[in-house]
Structures are given as structure tokens and as C-alpha cells.
């Protein structure tokens, strides 16, 4: 048995990547960061995310024409809400979350220490879809906690305990459990 529907309630059935945390910075140099999980790799070096039009991460990527994807593990999980909130520009969420900045590889806009890995890009198109913009951006430089680094210079996502939206935007995280090879 099988349950059908038609229109836009099937893209529940859909999940999402890992949750990642995107810092930008606001035109007074207060740095920002959002949640996010919709987001796809489009070539060996470019990313593109589906971000709100009317949030700070749009302004701030627009410009100042770079983002930076931090990767979270499980051990600040409970910080993801306070990200999250909708806080003044004149505020950091990182600051309200007490989360450390780490300086930017190749780029003015911080990360975030305490995260597993970092990943820095340059801003290079917009497509608006809906309410939201489709941002592109190219890989520029980045960091990585090397003891989370597997044998193939990419991240361990068991040990970096990367988690991903199970319920969004109800706050339920899922881990990766089980690897099955094909």
C-alpha cells in the first residue's frame, strides 16, 4: 500500500544534506550566521544554496560577494536554535550562541572554531526561485580539523558527527549511522 499525493507535500519525502551554518558579514563587520540545509554541489568547485531573499545571509553575500559554509558536529547541536533566531544585524548570532570566530583562510569573513570543517567561497551568480535566490559560489580555501580527515583527504563524517535536519524546522537532527556499499 501505498499512500499518493500530488503537489508540493511530496518534497517532505525529500531529505536534505548536512546541516551547515553559513557566516557572512554585515556592512558594519558584525558577523552573521544562519542555518541551512538546502544546498547542493554543482561541480568540483562550486556550491549553490537555496537562501531567503529577505535574510541578513542574502544581503551580506550580495554584498560583500563572499560566504563561508561551516560544518557542525553533534557536540553543538544545541546552538543550532540560536543561530537560527531572526537577531539584529547589530548582533552576532555566534556571540549570543558563545561560539568562537576562527579567521578567514583567504577571506575577510570569519568561521566558526568550534566546527568540524570550514569552506570559504567567493560569490558568483544569483537565481531567484520563489521567495528564496539560488546563490553559486566557488571554493576559494577552507580548513578542517585534521584529526576528522579520512583516508581520502575528505571529512570522516562519523568522527566529525556531522548531523543533518530530520524535521525542519521542528529541531530533530539525525547522525549518520550505518554505511552500506553498493
Not at 1 to 14: E, F, N, T
Not at 117 to 127: G, H, L, P, T
Amino acid at each position: 500500500m501505498y499512500k499518493q499525493v500530488k503537489g508540493s507535500g511530496a518534497m517532505g519525502y525529500l531529505s536534505t544534506r548536512p546541516t551547515m551554518i553559513i557566516t557572512t558579514l554585515h556592512e558594519s563587520g558584525v558577523v552573521n550566521a544562519g542555518v541551512f540545509g538546502a544546498y547542493t554541489n554543482l561541480s568540483p568547485t562550486q556550491v549553490g544554496i537555496a537562501v531567503g531573499r529577505s535574510s541578513h545571509t542574502y544581503a551580506n553575500m550580495k554584498r560583500s560577494g563572499e560566504f563561508v559554509i561551516n560544518v557542525p558536529g553533534a557536540d553543538i547541536v544545541r546552538t543550532i536554535r540560536i543561530l537560527a533566531d531572526d537577531i539584529p544585524p547589530d548582533r552576532s548570532e555566534v556571540d549570543e550562541a558563545g561560539l568562537t570566530l576562527k579567521d578567514g583562510v583567504t577571506l575577510k569573513t570569519p568561521s566558526i572554531a568550534e566546527c568540524a570543517a570550514a569552506v570559504e567561497f567567493k560569490f558568483e551568480k544569483e537565481v531567484p526561485v520563489g521567495h528564496h535566490s539560488f546563490m553559486i559560489g566557488t571554493v576559494v580555501g577552507g580548513w578542517i580539523r585534521q584529526e576528522l580527515l579520512d583516508a581520502d583527504g575528505k571529512i570522516d563524517i562519523f568522527k566529525a558527527r556531522v548531523f543533518k535536519d530530520f524535521k525542519y524546522p521542528r529541531p530533530l537532527y539525525v547522525l549518520p549511522g550505518e554505511v552500506v556499499e553498493g
